[in-house]
């Protein structure tokens, strides 16, 4: 079944950097976009980054120039490097993969990795 396993967060002072990983499987990896998303205490679940099967990427406008989405398709593993780091980036990060033919996320989620940034 499809599975999700996120690493890579913890605590960090505001400015400070972190890098989160995603493996995936389940599913063929490599024709994906894949999302990492997060979701703040009392928040809906935002999209923050995606990356396309041929490394195109995006950028929700509010982390846009400090995080960087990437892929490995060799090891069914994305990343998000995180640089710059502000207390309002201080949530719970997913990652999921876009279904080619839905356009939406695969229904089961990862159990997150926290990321909290102290001011």
């Known amino acids: 079944q499809v599975q999700f396993v996120e690493s890579g967060g913890g605590l960090v002072q505001a400015g400070g950097s972190l890098r989160l990983s995603c493996a995936a499987s389940?599913?063929?990896?490599?024709?994906?976009?894949i999302g990492w998303y997060r979701q703040a205490p009392g928040n809906q679940r935002e999209l923050v980054a995606t990356?396309?099967?041929?490394?195109?990427?995006s950028y929700a406008d509010s982390v846009k120039g400090r995080f960087t989405i990437s892929r490995d398709n060799a090891k069914n593993t994305a990343y998000l490097q995180m640089n710059s780091l502000k207390p309002e980036d201080t949530a719970v990060y997913y990652c999921?993969?876009?279904?080619?033919?839905?356009?939406?996320?695969?229904?089961?989620w990862g159990q997150g990795t926290q990321v909290t940034v102290s001011s």
């Open positions: 389940g599913f063929t990896f490599r024709i994906n976009t």
């Open positions: 990356i396309t099967n041929d490394g195109s990427t």
């Open positions: 999921n993969a876009i279904r080619v033919v839905t356009g939406t996320p695969f229904p089961s």
